[in-house]
């Protein structure tokens, strides 16, 4: 399934844009106000990702972290993460690995490497290892540990970032089950995840 850039943008995807959006910025703010040691705000992303291609779900994400970070500027520079994360997932549904659990789990973790490759050295190089975040509070005690200021941020973006988007795919996974086969025969990636004629 050969698709150029232009093709990922029909009707169907650009409108599914601002729910994606909407669900990432809802989840978010349900995990601030919960105070939950996840995020919860790329699931519309993934969501875009799976169904209607990378670059649908690259732009998703970059008018996620511009929204968000009209709150909270410390999300501008992430954009880069979420727009990373967008095309991983886009590539990741392409190969089917959405099409039951135990690949969506290995996407999960694959898109928790994408996330702590990408805002990592952000973390590090911009806000000096920590944002404030619940993260930070693991990445000082490893500090204090007397580890270096890298495998710091690294090891505590990856223990948070693994659980949040693990659960994440998950959700998506099982939002694109639900989605019926008219509706997922007009999205970009939809054929993959119909109940009849998907491959």
Known sequence: MKRSFKDDFNMMSMLLIPIGVAVNIVGFQIANVLRLPIFLDTIGTILI????????????????NLI???FNPVYFPYAITSMAIGVGVGFLSK???????????VSGIIITL?????????TVLVFGGAT???S?????????SGQQIWSAVFASSFVFEIADKIVSALIVYFIVKKMSDRYLSKMNYGLLYMK????
């Open 132 to 134: 404030g975040n619940t």
């Open 196 to 199: 009849r004629g998907g491959k």
């Open 95 to 105: 190969g089917g690995m959405f099409k039951n659990i135990p690949k969506t789990i």
């Open 49 to 64: 990702g799976v169904v209607a291609g990378p670059w649908v779900a690259l732009l998703a994400g970059l008018i996620t």
């Open 136 to 144: 930070s509070l693991l990445t000082a005690t490893l500090l204090a």
């Open 68 to 70: 968000n970070g009209i």
């Open 114 to 122: 994408i996330a702590v490759i990408v805002s990592a050295p952000i």
